[in-house]
């Protein structure tokens, strides 16, 4: 059985930084394309970004680029979350996730595992 562990979640002041950590266990880590979704109150889960098996390719979603950061330690089963000059629009619960599928699949509904998420609070 899979099992994906989100942490490092908080609040933080608008301009801040995070990093999100996601340990993954019962599987074949380096089998799994890791993505990160998040949902804010009221809204749908959402895609932020992904990275590739082997951490060679990532992919962001366009409010995210160039302000977070997807990496991942395969030695660690663990993929990591950086993010930098958060805004309150980031404010959301946060979800790793991970899917046996090829890269370029980003749908939510793609990814069969899901950690129980962590809160990020982001204050103006």
């Known amino acids: 059985q899979v099992q994906l562990v989100e942490s490092g979640g908080g609040l933080v002041q608008a301009g801040g930084s995070l990093r999100l950590s996601c340990a993954v266990s019962?599987?074949?880590?380096?089998?799994?394309?890791m993505g990160w979704f998040r949902q804010a109150p009221g809204k749908e889960r959402e895609f932020v970004g992904a990275?590739?098996?082997?951490?060679?390719?990532?992919y962001y979603a366009q409010s995210v680029k160039g302000r977070f950061t997807i990496s991942r330690d395969n030695a660690k089963n663990t993929v990591y979350l950086q993010m930098n000059s958060l805004k309150p629009e980031d404010t959301a619960v946060y979800y790793c996730?991970?899917?046996?599928?090829?890269?370029?699949?980003?749908?939510?509904?793609?990814?069969?595992?899901w950690g129980q998420g962590t809160q990020v609070t982001v204050s103006s």
């Open positions: 996730a991970a899917s046996n599928l090829a890269w370029g699949f980003f749908r939510r509904n793609e990814y069969p595992y």
């Open positions: 019962g599987g074949t880590f380096s089998s799994y394309v």
């Open positions: 990275i590739a098996k082997s951490g060679g390719s990532t």
